[in-house]
């Protein structure tokens, strides 16, 4: 048996900057956190000889041949399963079981999580050695490549890596600098960041492929607001290491508002309605994490003002959920060998 998981992430800023139709011209950045909520891939032997996935979030089953045979399926993650499995082409009998903490298209990184989980299990499986940085640039090449999302790099090393991290991408790869804050400065941090589930989810392509869209074709106002969120970005980082984390707090805010001006569809009438009332009663900054549309409100609020926000969104119908930063990444929990013995799946 074998047994990984992955951090979900929550980014504060820079985001957008991490497509390559942006940073490939101009650079990007990102300073992120995972948190610990966390996808979890569980593997045992299949007694058949069949690779299966059961998706415990799409309530849906993945059943193929091992010896390659073609198989259609729509549904995106047991499609990014099969792809996986057939990149490390390992043909071995498996199930596969994906769970997460957290529903699936809610802005926190997670399909882009359970490729890294699905890339870290199968390089264990076949015997590779696999840096964080290569399971990350796997993940995002058999998630681009393969399946043809619109994404960029934050949320495979996000996940890959765990912790407090500021991101670089260019044309010649991707620095990874943890954020040099105290563990005093980190405590207080976390305490002032609350994350509330709208209760929406949303298919974050749409957005992505729009922004994408208009960061090739060099659209100013896109490319312009990104530019703008870079910049924030920076400052966000310089704010969460001089332990400003009011500033950030206001940094936030204004890295949202840019944000809105990427795509349609980022924000709706009850995301600001909500967001709004978060900042009447007390918070100073917020955004939708991921794409937008739907997923987690996060905000900065200072500890006073917490019960007023807390109180005044649960009355729109959102709900607040606890976490804490988590610095290992993913992982393997358990890895039971089964070579061998009278059950070896490699024979």
Known sequence: MLIARSPVR????????????YYMRHGGMVVSATINKYIYGIVSKNFDTTFQVIS?????VLKMPTDGSAYENNNLELRLS???Y???DLRAPLNIFIAS?????????????????????????TGQSMSKAQLAETAYAIETQRMEAPIGKQDQYATAFGGLNCFEFTADG??????????????????????????????????????????????????????????????????LETGHLDDFGRLLDESWQQKKQLASGVTNPFI??????????????????GAGGGGFLLLY?????????????EQLGLQQVGFAFEFEGTRVLLHTSLLNSPYDWQE
């Not at 563990?183 to 974050?204: C, D, P, Q, V």
């Open 82 to 84: 099969q792809v996986i």
């Open 56 to 60: 415990a979030d799409y309530r849906s």
């Open 101 to 125: 903490e957290v529903p699936p298209g809610t802005g926190l990184g997670s399909s882009s999580v359970t490729s890294v989980t699905l890339c870290n299990i199968f390089s264990t499986l």
């Open 86 to 88: 057939e990149h490390f």
């Open 10 to 21: 929550i980014s504060f800023g820079g985001g957008g900057t991490d497509l390559a139709a």
């Open 301 to 313: 609020c200072p500890e006073e003002q917490q019960m007023n926000v807390r109180t005044s969104l």
């Open 174 to 239: 991707v620095k990874v600098t943890p954020l040099q804050m105290s563990a005093a400065y980190i405590r207080a941090f976390e305490r002032r960041l609350m994350l509330f589930y709208t209760g929406k989810t949303r298919h974050a392509r749409d957005i992505l492929h729009e922004q994408q869209s208009a960061s090739e074709n060099r659209a100013s106002r896109t490319v312009e607001a990104l530019h703008r969120i870079k910049d924030l970005g920076w400052q966000i980082k310089d704010a």
């Open 272 to 289: 600001d309605t909500a967001y709004d009332e978060a900042r009447r009663n007390g918070a100073l900054g917020g955004k939708i994490t």
